[in-house]
Antibody, heavy 114, light 107 residues
Framework: QVQLQESGPGLVKPSQTLSLTCTVS??????????WSWIRQPPGKGLEWIGY???????YYNPSLKSRVTISVDTSKNQFSLKLSSVTAADTAVYYC??????WGQGTLVTVSS | EIVMTQSPATLSVSPGERATLSCRAS??????LAWYQQKPGQAPRLLIY???TRATGIPARFSGSGSGTEFTLTISSLQSEDFAVYYC?????????FGQGTKLEIK
């Protein structure tokens, strides 16, 4: 059973960079032609797709966030990561990592506040 | 960007009755559409992929249909645990997009 777990700071100051890591267990991030995604959900609102990465390193980003987003993969640690720069209060959300559509992490709340 | 529009925003249905949720795409997404269920404080749960294929462990009362731009999620006989928010998502191209969600509430 594949499991995903997000980790990272729960509080980030405005203008700084949000950094999250997703650790995959129960399967190798390098096996299969899967993509590994980040999705976020502001409090009380809907889901927003951020982007995804293949284990080869190919990435695809939401154009609305593209200038601020970087997704990377570390196959040796079976992890992939999200960096979102120049954050504002509008980036406050629960951030989820997922393997394609089927396996999701539990989510982690990141609050942007001074 | 493909815009996904779900209707209605809120649907009130009694337990045991049938619920029909709609999702429309601004351009064709073929059958590259998924449905998710989300309960408060939980991650979304995949129900349907490929527009009509139930994910592993999903009860048969959940069914999906449609292709192109018009899609439907039907829950044949609502159970108490089915009251939640439902999202559709297209993955036809590299830019995946979600609908805004339909809240299914108890009537």
């Amino acid at each position: 059973q594949v499991q995903l777990q997000e980790s990272g700071p729960g509080l980030v100051k405005p203008s700084q960079t949000l950094s999250l890591t997703c650790t995959v267990s129960g399967g190798s991030i390098s096996s299969g032609d899967y993509y590994w995604s980040w999705i976020r959900q502001p409090p009380g609102k809907g889901l927003e797709w951020i982007g995804y990465i293949y284990y080869s390193g190919s990435t695809y980003y939401n154009p609305s966030l593209k200038s601020r987003v970087t997704i990377s993969v570390d196959t040796s640690k079976n992890q992939f990561s999200l960096k979102l720069s120049s954050v504002t209060a509008a980036d406050t959300a629960v951030y989820y990592c997922a393997r394609e559509s089927d396996y999701w992490g539990q989510g982690t709340l990141v609050t942007v506040s001074s | 960007e493909i815009v996904m529009t779900q209707s209605p925003a809120t649907l009130s249905v009694s337990p045991g009755e049938r619920a029909t949720l709609s999702c429309r795409a601004s351009q064709s997404v073929s059958s590259n559409l998924a449905w998710y269920q989300q309960k408060p404080g939980q991650a979304p749960r995949l129900l349907i992929y490929g527009a009509s294929t139930r994910a592993t462990g999903i009860p048969a009362r959940f069914s999906g249909s449609g292709s192109g731009t018009e899609f439907t999620l039907t829950i044949s006989s609502l159970q108490s645990e089915d009251f939640a928010v439902y999202y559709c998502q297209q993955y036809n191209n590299w830019l995946h997009t979600f609908g805004q969600g339909t809240k299914l509430e108890i009537k």
